[in-house]
């Protein structure tokens, strides 16, 4: 399932989103991508706390409840940090770095999550939904 996320006034915060439930997708995560394009992020759910060891570019993070309300909002968190759990958190959205600042997100939003077919399970070689092409 491919997600549009967006804000209670209308603000798009991405128009394909991923879903990461499964134990291996949650401990991927952005492991090995090289940039989070605009317009995508990775929904982690159960999560309440993340990292970004490995990774080299900063992401947006939001913390969300069970009714997708922002519990905790991060600009711009740079690679190789650890946030502390929050609590009361389900899930955890991760965006390109920027966007929440450009949306307007505050703690308190409930964001909506719209579902939409997911794109064809085999893409062609050398592309990947969260990185630029080589």
Same mark, same amino acid.
């Given at each position: 399932?491919?997600?549009?996320?967006?804000?209670?006034?209308? /603000?798009?915060?991405?128009?394909?989103?991923?879903? =990461? @439930?499964?134990?291996?997708? +949650?401990? %991927? $995560?952005? *492991?090995g991508t090289r940039a989070l394009l605009p317009g995508h992020g990775l929904?982690?759910?159960?999560?309440?706390?993340?990292?970004?060891?490995?990774?080299?570019?900063?992401?947006?993070?939001?913390?969300?409840?069970?009714?997708?309300?922002?519990?905790? /909002?991060?600009?711009?968190?740079?690679?190789?940090? =650890? @946030?502390?759990?929050?609590? +009361?958190? %389900? $899930?955890? *959205?991760?965006?390109?770095?920027?966007?929440?600042?450009?949306?307007?997100?505050?703690?308190?939003?409930?964001?909506?999550?719209?579902?939409?077919?997911?794109?064809?399970?085999?893409?062609?070689?050398?592309?990947?939904f969260r990185s630029e092409n080589p």
């Amino acid at each position: 399932m491919v997600w549009e996320i967006s804000t209670g006034s209308g /603000a798009v915060l991405a128009t394909d989103a991923r879903q =990461a @439930t499964s134990l291996r997708d +949650r401990l %991927r $995560g952005l *492991l090995g991508t090289r940039a989070l394009l605009p317009g995508h992020g990775l929904h982690i759910e159960p999560c309440s706390s993340i990292h970004t060891f490995f990774m080299a570019y900063p992401i947006d993070v939001l913390f969300l409840d069970r009714e997708a309300r922002v519990l905790r /909002a991060i600009e711009s968190l740079p690679p190789w940090r =650890a @946030t502390l759990p929050v609590p +009361r958190a %389900r $899930g955890v *959205l991760e965006l390109p770095a920027g966007t929440v600042r450009a949306a307007g997100v505050r703690i308190g939003d409930v964001l909506h999550f719209r579902g939409r077919l997911s794109l064809p399970a085999t893409r062609p070689s050398g592309t990947d939904f969260r990185s630029e092409n080589p």
